[in-house]
């Protein structure tokens, strides 16, 4: 069964081969062909013309089908919502909206809150700033430390020896807490281990 479907198909490459130069006018049909030599008195010889082949026309790309007609609306949104007799593809709402605690804007769960996030960004934006123009772009062999409108006073001046100090002519924020730029107190961790012991 195999083998006459592979013969067929060789035959019907053939023909389209044979096919393909009348049809786009690199050779005349035979029958022109033989009824001008029949005419002529000079004889044609049949290596005047190439042999013509479907690589040729071709060449290395690649004859693919595509679509005659545009896509209607109905189909398009059929494919997209479904239909309602077969396959309706219902509109789900969102339930993993929350309403923020801080600003009250809403926010997806598992992310940042991004109006907050906004306040975040533009506070770090202006101490980089402040920073770079107190301090220059040296290297910080020293801890910098970021003090808002009267927050120095409130520590003696000993205890800003050996310190670089950037002074924020503002004053602080509700949401930034003194306690972000304060080092931890409790020693590193001198083990690998992730999980939990001695529990219980």
Request: glycine fraction near 6%.
């Amino acid at each position: 069964m195999i083998p006459r479907i592979l013969v067929r198909l060789e035959v019907l490459l053939q023909h389209m081969e044979h096919s393909f130069p009348v049809l786009f006018g690199t050779k005349p049909p035979p029958s022109i062909v033989s009824l001008v030599a029949s005419n002529s008195s000079v004889p044609i010889s049949s290596n005047s013309v190439e042999p013509f082949s479907l690589k040729d026309l071709i060449g290395d790309g690649f004859l693919w089908a595509v679509p005659r007609n545009r896509r209607t609306i109905e189909k398009r949104l059929k494919r997209k919502f479904g239909h309602p007799d077969y396959v309706w593809k219902l509109i789900k709402p969102k339930t993993t909206l929350r309403t923020c605690n801080q600003c009250g804007h809403d926010y997806e769960v598992g992310l940042l809150c991004p109006h907050c996030y906004d306040k975040v960004r533009k506070e770090t934006e202006l101490i980089q700033e402040k920073i770079q123009k107190e301090l220059g772009l040296d290297p910080v062999d020293k801890e910098v430390i970021v003090l808002y409108d009267g927050e120095k006073g409130e520590k003696p001046n000993e205890q800003w020896n050996g310190k670089r100090i950037v002074e924020m002519q503002r004053p602080r924020p509700m949401w930034f807490s003194k306690n972000l730029m304060q080092k931890t107190t409790q020693p590193a961790a001198t083990t690998e281990e992730a999980k939990p012991n001695e529990l219980g």
